[in-house]
């Protein structure tokens, strides 16, 4: 018997048969199935145009105007990077640990196939997976399902798309798309927020240690967060390394000396509430989401890249100055009203934040009587508080009590612009946004503006041909129709039967203003009006006499951007914040042209920054030059209301025009004398310290020591003689 008849009627055969036939059936079906899953039987697989425009929820980034991110708009914390940002230890790390075969596959290591697809079909997770089988699941991800076949179904499916990925990308856009679609917990979706999160960097300059972290935590981002479960997470960063040495990716004695050194991380979970220029973020994200809805974007998900004006440095300088300041203030403001309410006899102040408040809010959902809100309201609850002095406190008081502790906050709008490009360069909407939301700058937060408004009557005057060296009757003025408007000087020290006008100016003299107001005729009020709104001012202001001295309510956005037509020739230029948007295939959506409109003439421009910059030298303002001494060509305006509810400085430069506003929530609220609550007192220190830094800080502003004159020449007179009182021995208003 040869070994042919012996091998076919063994009694083995038949076993050995049936193996061989379930073998090939087995591929068979496994190769039809496959082929019927490409098919889309069992439901369609991603398009390939889905392949190569990934529909992964992008966050929106917004940019200051050196390129620096300011913050993110978004669902999911996702930053998308190019493969020359990605640290080469990133790449390293993720190889060894999760695909060390990748360079040599396409798409499926067939070494690993069958031990994945059985324990998966068993119900146990395999780390068999590619990164482009990852991949394929992270960009499409499937539901859960129950049965074993179903679970079959979606796997094939992930080595098909899998398979997909590898023929349309590089290895190394496959690197790079899956590491922009991972998640790694603390709200950060992708390797550009993850490392900016966790290490304050970018992906490309990740060192080893953190690049194993990172990694690490891809398989349980929760499990092996280094901020909820540090030990976990070393064990797992040094279980990273391990795989980086045996794969000589590091030294064997580099790995070692890794392992043994603790988890150095520099977290700042990404928030709305944080950041820098968080009040201008969300003046703008209101802006955009209209501008998203009429041109069918989605600002949370389409990742536009928003290009703003915005400069870092004087963003931070003027944040910081703003806090400082309002620090001092608050000391001065606790202890001028200690022992005492400030709000005294206008307890309605305290029922309106009451019911300006969520809770009291939810309560009336709840449809809570007004016992049942008192009581709430008066009862003992944990809160955390803000504090100047200790930070955030935790503590327990009163809703009530919390009301009346924050009225007791000062606040503050500040804004800084380039008067020749509009451009606003820093926007403080207040001390702090995580407990004080409102925006003390924009459009809709208006507020008295005092005697910052009595440039626009000099204005109209100058612009009428009036010499600043015109002598001004100091003397109660009456207006017809208005018999009962009979106001005085806020200060009679400077009291003289009459001044030149751009004394009255410096100084600040009521009358002064009000009798070149009367001298401008009968339609005087409405031409200041008609200049304010040419100059920007789009607040209601109410024709009566009243308006010259800043009885309207105007925002500081309105106001810097009115002061700079002065500082740009005559020609006022909207303030504007926003330059471009480009979507995420680079291409550029909107970009923002300058709108200017030319208000008054260069002559009047001139004459006008002359007169403001008397008002630093030695009027309200002086301290500007003698005492903080701001280089350069500076002119300004202080501004004032009658009980000191609200205090204004518009300063100016050839370069830069700020403004700012210091108030309370209630105009009920404020301080009760001159020296404490004037405008020079309360809102010009913030100005004056911001532009020492700005102007000391290295190629940030460029400082001009004369205001240039009109190419024609000037045909109003600017120099002054003496007074004839003897008070001023000599005007130098010369050119």
């Given at each position: 018997?040869?070994?042919?008849?012996y091998?076919f009627?063994?009694?083995?055969?038949k076993f050995i048969?049936w193996?061989?036939?379930g073998?090939?059936a087995g591929l068979?079906?496994l190769?039809s199935?496959?082929t019927v899953?490409a098919?889309g039987w069992?439901?369609?697989?991603?398009?390939?145009?889905?392949l190569e425009n990934?529909t992964?929820?992008l966050?929106?980034?917004?940019?200051?105007?050196?390129g620096s991110?300011?913050?993110?708009y978004?669902l999911?914390?996702?930053s998308n990077v190019?493969y020359?940002?990605?640290?080469?230890q990133?790449i390293n790390?993720?190889?060894a640990?999760?695909d060390?075969r990748f360079?040599?596959?396409?798409?499926?290591?067939?070494?690993?196939?069958?031990?994945?697809?059985l324990?998966?079909l068993i119900?146990?997770?395999?780390?068999?997976s590619t990164?482009?089988?990852?991949?394929?699941?992270?960009?499409?991800?499937?539901?859960?399902f129950?049965s074993?076949v179903?679970?079959?179904?979606?796997?094939?499916?992930?080595?098909v798309?899998?398979?997909?990925?590898?023929?349309r990308?590089?290895k190394d856009e496959?690197l790079?798309?899956?590491l922009n679609?991972?998640?790694f917990?603390s709200?950060?979706?992708?390797?550009g927020s993850?490392?900016?999160t966790?290490?304050?960097?970018?992906?490309q300059?990740l060192?080893?240690q953190e690049s194993?972290l990172?990694v690490?935590?891809l398989?349980?981002?929760?499990?092996?967060?280094?901020i909820?479960?540090?030990?976990?997470?070393?064990?797992r960063?040094?279980t990273?390394?391990?795989?980086?040495?045996?794969?000589?990716?590091?030294s064997?004695d580099s790995?070692t000396?890794?392992?043994s050194q603790?988890?150095?991380?520099?977290?700042?979970?990404e928030?709305?509430?944080?950041?820098?220029?968080?009040y201008?973020r969300?003046?703008?994200?209101?802006?955009?989401?209209?501008w998203?809805e009429e041109?069918?974007?989605?600002l949370?998900?389409?990742?536009?890249?928003?290009?703003t004006?915005i400069?870092?440095?004087?963003?931070?300088?003027a944040?910081?100055?703003v806090?400082a300041?309002?620090?001092?203030q608050?000391?001065?403001?606790?202890a001028?009203?200690k022992?005492r309410?400030?709000?005294?006899?206008?307890?309605?102040?305290l029922v309106?934040g009451m019911k300006?408040s969520d809770?009291y809010r939810?309560a009336k959902?709840l449809?809570?009587s007004?016992a049942?809100?008192?009581?709430?309201?008066?009862?003992?609850v944990?809160?955390r508080?803000f504090?100047?002095?200790?930070?955030?406190?935790?503590?327990?008081?009163?809703?009530?009590?919390s009301?009346?502790y924050?009225?007791?906050?000062m606040?503050?709008?500040f804004?800084?612009?380039?008067?020749?490009t509009g451009?606003?360069?820093?926007w403080?909407?207040g001390?702090?946004?995580?407990?004080?939301?409102?925006?003390h700058?924009?459009?809709?937060?208006?507020r008295?503006?005092?005697?910052?408004?009595?440039?626009?009557v000099?204005?109209v005057?100058v612009d009428?041909?009036f010499s600043p060296?015109m002598?001004i009757?100091?003397k109660p003025v009456?207006?017809a129709?208005?018999?009962?408007?009979?106001p005085?000087n806020a200060d009679?020290k400077y009291d003289?039967?009459?001044m030149?006008m751009y004394?009255g100016?410096?100084?600040?003299?009521n009358?002064?203003?009000l009798n070149?107001?009367?001298?401008?005729?009968?339609?005087?009020?409405k031409n200041v009006i008609e200049?304010?709104?040419?100059m920007?001012?789009t607040?209601k202001?109410?024709?009566?006499?009243?308006?010259?001295?800043g009885?309207?309510d105007?925002?500081?956005y309105?106001?810097?951007?009115?002061f700079s037509t002065?500082?740009n020739k005559?020609?006022w230029?909207?303030?504007n914040y926003l330059?471009?948007?480009?979507?995420?295939?680079?291409n550029?959506i909107?970009?923002?042209?300058?709108i200017?409109?030319?208000?008054?003439?260069?002559?009047?421009?001139?004459v006008m920054?002359?007169?403001?910059?008397?008002?630093?030298t030695?009027?309200?303002a002086?301290?500007?030059?003698?005492?903080?001494k701001?280089?350069?060509?500076?002119g300004?305006?202080?501004g004032t209301?009658?009980?000191?509810?609200?205090?204004?400085?518009?300063?100016i430069?050839?370069?830069?025009v700020?403004g700012?506003w210091?108030?309370?929530?209630d105009?009920a609220?404020?301080f009760?004398?001159m020296?404490?609550?004037s405008g020079s007192?309360?809102a010009?220190p913030i100005w004056?310290?911001y532009m020492?830094k700005?102007?000391?800080t290295p190629?940030?502003?460029q400082i001009?020591?004369?205001w240039?004159?009109?190419?024609?020449?000037?045909?109003i007179?600017?120099?002054?003689a003496k007074f004839s009182n003897?008070?001023?021995?000599k005007?130098?208003f010369?050119?």
């Amino acid at each position: 018997m040869n070994w042919k008849d012996y091998f076919f009627k063994s009694p083995y055969w038949k076993f050995i048969k049936w193996i061989w036939v379930g073998a090939f059936a087995g591929l068979f079906l496994l190769a039809s199935l496959v082929t019927v899953i490409a098919m889309g039987w069992f439901g369609q697989l991603p398009p390939i145009e889905e392949l190569e425009n990934p529909t992964t929820q992008l966050a929106s980034e917004i940019y200051a105007d050196d390129g620096s991110i300011l913050g993110k708009y978004y669902l999911q914390n996702r930053s998308n990077v190019n493969y020359e940002e990605l640290s080469p230890q990133l790449i390293n790390a993720l190889i060894a640990t999760e695909d060390i075969r990748f360079y040599e596959h396409s798409g499926i290591d067939n070494s690993r196939l069958f031990t994945m697809i059985l324990y998966n079909l068993i119900g146990k997770q395999q780390g068999g997976s590619t990164i482009s089988q990852q991949l394929a699941k992270n960009l499409y991800p499937r539901k859960r399902f129950r049965s074993i076949v179903d679970k079959a179904v979606t796997k094939i499916q992930e080595w098909v798309t899998a398979v997909l990925i590898e023929q349309r990308y590089t290895k190394d856009e496959i690197l790079t798309m899956y590491l922009n679609t991972v998640e790694f917990g603390s709200n950060s979706f992708g390797i550009g927020s993850a490392s900016k999160t966790f290490f304050g960097k970018t992906p490309q300059a990740l060192n080893a240690q953190e690049s194993a972290l990172l990694v690490g935590m891809l398989k349980a981002p929760t499990l092996y967060s280094p901020i909820r479960n540090p030990a976990n997470a070393l064990r797992r960063r040094n279980t990273v390394l391990n795989q980086m040495g045996k794969a000589n990716f590091i030294s064997s004695d580099s790995c070692t000396i890794m392992k043994s050194q603790p988890i150095e991380l520099t977290f700042q979970e990404e928030s709305h509430n944080e950041g820098l220029a968080t009040y201008f973020r969300e003046t703008l994200r209101i802006e955009l989401m209209d501008w998203c809805e009429e041109n069918g974007y989605n600002l949370y998900k389409d990742g536009l890249k928003i290009y703003t004006t915005i400069n870092p440095t004087m963003q931070l300088i003027a944040e910081q100055t703003v806090e400082a300041q309002l620090k001092e203030q608050q000391k001065k403001f606790l202890a001028h009203w200690k022992g005492r309410a400030p709000w005294g006899e206008f307890k309605e102040v305290l029922v309106s934040g009451m019911k300006r408040s969520d809770r009291y809010r939810i309560a009336k959902e709840l449809k809570k009587s007004d016992a049942e809100i008192q009581r709430e309201f008066n009862t003992l609850v944990k809160m955390r508080v803000f504090s100047y002095t200790r930070g955030e406190i935790d503590t327990v008081m009163t809703p009530m009590d919390s009301i009346k502790y924050y009225k007791y906050f000062m606040q503050c709008g500040f804004m800084s612009m380039d008067p020749q490009t509009g451009k606003i360069k820093a926007w403080v909407g207040g001390q702090n946004y995580n407990y004080f939301k409102y925006d003390h700058v924009n459009s809709s937060a208006k507020r008295q503006v005092g005697s910052t408004f009595k440039p626009f009557v000099y204005t109209v005057a100058v612009d009428n041909g009036f010499s600043p060296c015109m002598m001004i009757p100091d003397k109660p003025v009456s207006f017809a129709g208005y018999p009962d408007y009979n106001p005085g000087n806020a200060d009679t020290k400077y009291d003289l039967p009459e001044m030149t006008m751009y004394r009255g100016l410096q100084l600040s003299i009521n009358l002064i203003c009000l009798n070149v107001l009367k001298m401008l005729g009968d339609d005087g009020i409405k031409n200041v009006i008609e200049m304010a709104h040419k100059m920007g001012v789009t607040s209601k202001i109410e024709p009566y006499p009243s308006s010259a001295l800043g009885t309207a309510d105007i925002s500081v956005y309105e106001m810097v951007g009115a002061f700079s037509t002065f500082a740009n020739k005559g020609v006022w230029i909207k303030p504007n914040y926003l330059s471009r948007i480009v979507d995420k295939n680079g291409n550029v959506i909107f970009e923002n042209l300058p709108i200017t409109q030319e208000a008054l003439s260069e002559q009047t421009a001139y004459v006008m920054c002359k007169m403001l910059e008397k008002v630093t030298t030695n009027g309200t303002a002086a301290k500007i030059k003698y005492q903080y001494k701001i280089p350069g060509a500076v002119g300004g305006k202080t501004g004032t209301t009658q009980n000191y509810s609200d205090g204004w400085f518009i300063g100016i430069t050839p370069t830069l025009v700020s403004g700012c506003w210091v108030g309370w929530e209630d105009r009920a609220i404020h301080f009760r004398t001159m020296e404490l609550g004037s405008g020079s007192a309360m809102a010009m220190p913030i100005w004056a310290n911001y532009m020492q830094k700005v102007t000391s800080t290295p190629n940030l502003i460029q400082i001009i020591n004369e205001w240039t004159p009109p190419q024609s020449p000037i045909s109003i007179e600017m120099d002054c003689a003496k007074f004839s009182n003897g008070q001023v021995e000599k005007e130098d208003f010369v050119e």
